[in-house]
């Protein structure tokens, strides 16, 4: 399915840095992540890792999400967006900057 240029501007893409890896009870393959977006608070976004990453792995990563995606709820948990990875071979490959980049940077 092909989207217009006009629809694909409206996705906010930008750089958050990992601030805290949580696990969820009952959630097997998410991880609750506290992203860092430059905002005055940050964000809580649910990712589906968990099996790939351990905490360490992920804590002060500077990660690009989608930042304007409306928050879905997952066993009590308020998801405000999604972090973007590659899939290669089953696994997720973080998509990352390849320098040090200001939390909340917009990604073109």
């Known amino acids: 399915m092909n989207i ?3 629809e694909f501007k409206k996705t906010e893409l930008r ?3 990992v601030k805290n890896v949580e696990e969820v009870e009952g959630l097997d393959k998410l ?3 506290e992203i860092d ?3 005055t608070k940050s964000r809580t976004i649910l990712a589906g890792v968990k099996e790939f990453f351990q905490p360490y792995e992920l804590l002060g990563k500077n990660v690009v999400v989608v930042s304007n995606l409306e928050p879905k709820e997952v066993r009590g ?3 405000e967006g999604m972090l973007l990875a590659a899939e290669v ?3 997720p490959i973080l998509i990352v900057p390849e320098e040090e980049v200001k939390p909340g ?3 073109r």
């Open 4 to 6: 217009s240029f006009e």
């Open 15 to 17: 750089v958050g840095k």
């Open 31 to 33: 991880y609750k992540l």
């Open 37 to 39: 977006l430059g905002e």
């Open 77 to 79: 948990v308020s998801s």
């Open 89 to 91: 071979d089953g696994r």
């Open 105 to 107: 940077t917009n990604v």
